[in-house]
T-cell receptor, first 113, second 118 residues
Framework: RKEVEQDPGPFNVPEGATVAFNCTYS??????FFWYRQDCRKEPKLLMS???SGNEDGRFTAQLNRASQYISLLIRDSKLSDSATYLC??????????????FGKGTLLTVNP | DVKVTQSSRYLVKRTGEKVFLECVQD?????MFWYRQDPGLGLRLIYF???????EKGDIPEGYSVSREKKERFSLILESASTNQTSMYLC?????????????????FGDGTRLSIL
């Protein structure tokens, strides 16, 4: 099983649509979870942390299921500006060091007018 | 806001050259990281450092070395550049954190350096 695995995408949705990204991780000792977004030819930027109880930030909702080792990101009422690659990220790499973030390969989202 | 600054956005070097990529952060973060990002492979960790003069190998350290003489600066060195080291290089930094957040902090990235080795 890959350390962090995401939907391969790409996702093409119309403006206003709701879109969900899923992610699974293999290291049951992982402590922290994040979603990053990366625009074309730019650096990754932290979108939101993912908490055990689930959390919401405006149109974005993140969920964590530790038992299933599963993370999700829901985007409601999608905007053109949401077009980007979304990266699922967990702490604790294969070497066990919690300093390390392990990144999924990302899912490309394109929101169309 | 955290500011992570990489010395060059674009760099072109020749095979066999010694190449230095510099990264500076202004938020007194303990931890710093170097990644490379290639199409289809995602972000891969090269080296990281959790304190001055300390370093640890990441997943792909071969052909690279690092230097952390000061807390705010983390340098990546390509000892003898090769064409397969053409890539986007990203530097990041993070706090160590305390309590339940110890060693579980998000990382903040620089703009990246697009390095081409000819």
């Amino acid at each position: 099983r890959k350390e962090v695995e995401q939907d391969p995408g790409p996702f093409n949705v119309p403006e206003g649509a709701t879109v969900a990204f899923n992610c699974t991780y293999s290291n049951s000792a992982s402590q922290s979870f994040f979603w990053y977004r990366q625009d074309c030819r730019k650096e990754p930027k932290l979108l939101m942390s993912v908490y055990s109880s689930g959390n919401e930030d405006g149109r974005f909702t993140a969920q964590l299921n530790r038992a299933s080792q599963y993370i999700s990101l829901l985007i409601r009422d999608s905007k053109l500006s949401d077009s980007a690659t979304y990266l699922c990220v967990v702490t604790g790499g294969s070497g066990g060091s919690n300093y390390k973030l392990t990144f999924g390969k990302g899912t490309l989202l394109t929101v169309n007018p | 806001d955290v500011k992570v600054t990489q010395s060059s956005r674009y760099l072109v070097k020749r095979t066999g050259e010694k190449v230095f990529l510099e990264c500076v952060q202004d938020m007194d973060h303990e931890n710093m990281f170097w990644y490379r990002q290639d199409p289809g492979l995602g972000l891969r960790l090269i080296y990281f450092s959790y304190d001055v003069k300390m370093k640890e190998k990441g997943d792909i350290p071969e052909g690279y070395s690092v230097s952390r003489e000061k807390k705010e600066r983390f340098s990546l060195i390509l000892e003898s550049a090769s064409t397969n080291q053409t890539s986007m290089y990203l530097c990041a930094s993070s706090l160590t954190g305390t309590g339940s957040q110890f060693r579980n902090q998000p990382q903040h990235f620089g703009d990246g350096t697009r390095l081409s080795i000819l």
